[in-house]
């Protein structure tokens, strides 16, 4: 099974940016890496999504390295709605799988 | 444009019963993915339907089934309930091989006593 490995849980300060970082060493080639974030008592929601160089939208930016056996999600700015669990998945190239497989994802919790 | 909704948002069963639970797509959406979340565990896939027809499926049990209807709702169902089956299920939409975001619905809390 497709297999990212992330934190348990992070801390940051509220309007400090955060890292994210998530390692998927065994990726291959036609994975791409997204991003999905659950808030409390809500279903996961879209971050952002990337397969070699590094994506920027209006929620976050998402760092891959060059090997691609790690990337880093940064929020520039946190703020307390994004206290939030976050997973990093690997997802097929190919159109017609839509399966997301979710791990345990990282607890982030923002300090005002 | 309507979000993915679903319902009811918590029920309670008893043990060897059956439930049916529904989920609405978001408009123009013809793929519909179905997770089961247990308490403090990320989502995991049970099955998805594209166009009505199941289109992968992951390591649940026959007794849980789906249909998804040509207005691309959905109903998952679930027979001979077990106290496991107790989670957050939730339902996903998206536009097959258009898109890769899928968007989810606030789930339905099932518990089984």
């Known amino acids: 099974d497709a297999k990212t490995t992330q934190p348990n849980s992070m801390e940051s300060n509220e309007e400090e940016p955060v890292h994210l970082p998530c390692n998927h060493s065994?990726?291959?080639?036609?994975?791409?890496i997204h991003w999905y974030r659950q808030l409390p008592s809500q279903g996961p929601e879209y971050v952002i999504h990337?397969?070699?160089s590094n994506v920027n939208n209006r929620m976050a930016s998402l760092a891959i390295a060059e090997d691609r056996k790690s990337s880093t999600l940064i929020l520039h700015r946190a703020t307390l709605r994004d206290a939030a669990v976050y997973y990093c998945?690997?997802?097929?190239?190919?159109?017609?799988?839509?399966?997301?497989?979710f791990g345990t994802g990282t607890r982030l919790t923002i300090i005002p | 444009e309507t979000g993915v909704t679903q319902s009811p948002t918590h029920l309670i069963k008893t043990r060897g019963q059956q439930v049916t639970l529904r989920c609405s797509s978001q408009?123009?959406?013809?793929?519909v993915s179905w997770y089961q979340q247990a308490l403090g565990q990320g989502p995991q896939f049970i099955f998805q339907?594209?166009?009505?027809?199941?289109?992968g499926r992951g390591n649940f049990p026959p007794r849980f089934s789906g249909l998804q209807f040509p207005n691309y709702s959905s109903e998952l169902n679930v027979n001979a309930l077990e106290l496991d089956d107790s989670a957050l299920y939730l339902c996903?939409?998206?536009?097959?091989?258009?898109?890769?975001?899928?968007?989810f619905g606030p789930g339905t809390r099932l518990t089984v006593t």
């Open positions: 065994t990726i291959s080639g036609t994975d791409y």
């Open positions: 339907y594209y166009r009505e027809e199941e289109n």
């Open positions: 408009s123009g959406h013809n793929t």
């Open positions: 990337g397969l070699t």
């Open positions: 996903a939409s998206s536009l097959a091989r258009e898109s890769y975001e899928q968007y």
């Open positions: 998945i690997r997802r097929p190239l190919f159109f017609g799988n839509e399966k997301l497989t």
